[in-house]
Structures are given as C-alpha cells and as structure tokens.
DNA sequence: GTGCATGCAAAACGTTTGCAAATCT
DNA sequence: AGATTTGCAAACGTTTTGCATGCAC
C-alpha cells in the first residue's frame, strides 16, 4: 500500500501538478475508514476539510490514481463504483464475502488459487495478471436472523 | 439451464402473464449466440421480430427473470450490466478470464473452489450460496502482439 | 372485470465533459 | 509563460418510473 509521498512523486514523475485540492483528496483517501469507498463517499470527506472542491476533481483524481495504479475499481452492485487502495505486495490478494441480505462485504486475506492459476496458464493459455473472487452468502447476523424468521 | 416451459410454468406460479412480448424475449433471450448480453442486445434481437415492444418492457422482463433466477447479472466493466443463463446444477460454476487488452471473456468450466468454501464457512461463519471468480490477464492473440510491439 | 403488462416519454442515476478562469511549476 | 487543473453546469448513457391504455386470465 503506498503512502502519501510515494503517491505525489508518481504524480509529478507524470507531469501531473500537485494542487491542494488533489493533495487533500489523497489525505483523505488514505484515512478513510471506510475500505471500499464511493467518489461520493470521498467527495463528502474531502469536503469537511474544504468546501471548495468540486465533485468532477474528485472524480478526476479517482481516474488518475487508478491509471496509475494505486487504487483499484470495485463493483458491489450497489449503484456506483468503489476504489479501494491497492496492496503494495501485489500477490497479496484478497477475496469479498458478500452478504446477500445486508450487503456487508467482510475481506478475506490470503491467496487460495495458486493452483488454479497454474492450470489456467497452461491450459488456457492465458497470462494472469490479477483476479478477483467474490462470494456470495449469508453473514452469521441475517443467518442468524432468518433462522429465527420464516425464510422468504 | 431451464427451458422455455419450466420459465412460462414459474412465471404462471408467480401470478406473472404471458404476453406475446414477454414470450418472445425469452424465446429469444434462450438462442442468443451472445452468451454475455446486454439488455440493449436482446432488445434489439427482440424487434427483429416483433417491432411493437418497448425497450422498458425487455429491462421488466430480465428483472423478473433475475429475481426468479433464471439469469444472472454479470459486469465487465464496459457501460452496462450483462446477463446470462444460469446453470441449471448450482454446482456447475464456471469462471471467466477477461483480457485486459481487447476485453474478451473466455469461459471456464469446472469448480475449483471446494476446499476454499470449506474453508471460508468454517472459519468465517458465512453461509455460501454463490460465487464468482474472474481472473485479469492477456488472451493469447494480444499477448502475441504485445510481444510483437513494444510493451505499453 | 380485475389487475398485471405495455409503450411512450420523461425522470433519475452516477459519471463525464466543455469551458473560462485560476493555479502550479 | 505555458500547460494543467479547477468548479460549475450542462451533457451523457444506461436504467427506472409515471401514466394512460391494453391485454391476459
């Protein structure tokens, strides 16, 4: 995962300019609690700290940082796309568990598919670059829940 | 993989009508040689057809259809949500490597993921009931030309 | 006859873009 | 100085919705 520093010397090593809005909204970006975030949900947390972005900056900072790596775009089928800051380590993988009820998506760490990948390469003919497993289920809370309730 | 009558018999048991329209997009939507489609692509196969039917009716007739789980919503990230046939054995999963370079998506057969369901309902405590593996790469006919050109 | 389904046009949604002014280097 | 970035508002493309009419059961 890199770090604020790293993130502005790619900027410029690209010519791009470091203006307080794009400083902020890397500030920002990496104190989110929220793992998975929305431009939305940046664009409200930026704008605590200064009201004077706009969303289209927001929006454009999102695309750089993914252009260049640093964040990755995530799809939860929840209306609008989510970034979630890359793993430095990019083989340090991790898969989504998602709840089919609430929504909640809990984080798995580790790699499972090495084998998988193998068979893949040979077989397919096909050269791997990332891959992406979600999981679809029930969290132990709507479980729970829907053992008590009637199943619908 | 259902077949026309087991969708119009669900459909009647759900106190769903049988519209010509209706009828004709599932005909339609089951001959489709677009196993990914989007709604745009089955509307447009609909009204070489029948030209009387409105794009809003087809979008009606894929949500009844994904909540009645005869299809499933896939995204690759190219503007729209795509759909397709599910498998009739819930078990028979299949996985899809998407090429980075020209976006196509080749299909894989076979579940591979047993021991790390296993795993994922034992330690994790989540119920699964799907998955979805896609894994990122370069296909063999743009992996030979990017050896070719210089990489970019 | 009742209630679901239809087509149309308009609205909604997240996202992108054109532009003139402001800012970084 | 020169090129990039900004905020705003308008445009975009897909998807959804309101509504009056039509149709299946």
């Known amino acids: 995962m890199a770090n604020e520093k790293q993130i502005v010397d790619a900027l410029r090593k690209r010519g791009n300019k470091i203006t307080p809005q794009r400083l902020l909204t890397i500030k920002v970006l990496m104190t989110l609690?929220?793992?998975?975030?929305?431009?939305e949900e940046l664009f409200q947390a930026v704008k605590l700290q200064n009201t004077d972005v706009g969303m289209s900056t927001i929006?454009?900072?999102v695309q750089i940082l993914e252009e260049m790596?640093?964040?990755?775009?995530?799809?939860?089928?929840?209306?609008?796309a989510r970034y979630e800051l890359c793993e430095r380590d990019e083989?340090?993988?991790?898969?989504?568990?998602i709840c089919l009820k609430?929504?909640?998506?809990?984080?798995?760490?580790?790699?499972?598919?090495?084998a998988l990948e193998k068979e893949i390469e040979e077989k397919k003919d096909f050269i791997i670059i990332n891959h992406e497993l979600k999981v679809y289920g029930y969290c132990s809370d709507c479980y729970a829940i829907m053992k008590g309730d009637k199943f619908d």
């Not at 609690?33 to 431009?39: E, G, K, R």
């Not at 083989?91 to 568990?97: F, G, I």
């Not at 609430?102 to 090495?114: A, R, S, T």
């Open 33 to 39: 609690d929220q793992h998975h975030f929305s431009v």
């Open 59 to 61: 929006y454009r900072t």
């Open 69 to 80: 790596g640093f964040i990755t775009k995530r799809n939860f089928d929840d209306g609008f």
């Open 91 to 97: 083989k340090h993988w991790h898969h989504h568990l």
């Open 102 to 114: 609430c929504g909640k998506v809990i984080e798995m760490q580790g790699d499972f598919l090495e």
